[in-house]
């Protein structure tokens, strides 16, 4: 309980930052700073907006760590140029979503089995968990590589060195998210970051109503 509304604090400072930020842009007439950091806010809450649309409930820990990556992302990584300062900044970035995609699409696919773990085998779903990651890793770089092409940016940076180097990552990532679903599904509730997956399933009861089924046998 304690863990829970350290959580809750840090993500208001967050979210009160990402608020003060865009105001004090807003006053100082930066307009691009402005926009990054009103950008920044808008997708740090949308999960909620979305969560409620589909009658979801998103822990605490779900939100902070997707306001870490959007602001990390777009507020550090673009407005205040960490992509450029920090050459490790876009690979952590890119593993770290791996890593959340790897648990979304655990999640997702155990949620079409209703939770249940003898239906859903724990290494079918762990590997389609993985591929889920892969891929949205890999259109993420056929995006940046059509945007160059198309617009001369220079989305790619060092082009082969960097599409290899984000898709090495993206795969790491996504062994990490997959693998936390398959502790989950083997009732190793306590290995990697299952015990997130259990605070997200227990969350949302309703859509895993059978996946205590193994555990209390």
């Not at 779900?62 to 673009?78: D, K, M, N, P």
């Not at 617009?151 to 599409?163: A, H, R, V, Y």
Request: charged letters at 15%.
């Amino acid at each position: 309980m304690k863990l829970l509304r350290t959580q809750s604090r840090i993500l208001l400072v967050l979210w009160g930052v990402l608020l003060t930020a865009t105001l004090v842009a807003l006053g100082a007439r930066l307009w691009e700073l402005a926009f990054v950091s009103f950008a920044t806010l808008t997708l740090s809450v949308a999960p909620l907006a979305l969560a409620s649309r589909f009658s979801l409930t998103v822990p605490v820990p779900f939100l902070v760590a997707t306001t870490l990556f959007v602001t990390g992302s777009i507020f550090l990584g673009e407005a205040f140029g960490f992509y450029e300062r920090l050459w490790w900044w876009d690979l952590a970035l890119h593993a770290s979503s791996a890593v959340g995609f790897g648990l979304i699409g655990f999640l997702f696919i155990f949620m079409l089995f209703e939770g249940d773990r003898y239906a859903a085998p724990p290494v079918a779903i762990a590997f389609l968990s993985f591929c889920l990651a892969v891929t949205v890793g890999s259109m993420w770089e056929i995006f940046e590589y059509a945007m160059d092409l198309s617009f001369g940016l220079n989305m790619q940076k060092s082009g082969l060195d960097d599409t290899m180097g984000d898709l090495i990552v993206n795969a790491l990532g996504g062994t990490v998210g997959a693998v936390s679903g398959f502790f989950y599904a083997k009732g190793r509730e306590r290995h990697l970051l299952a015990p997130f997956i259990g605070q997200f399933v227990d969350a949302n009861r309703r859509f895993y109503r059978r996946a205590k089924e193994r555990v209390r046998r």
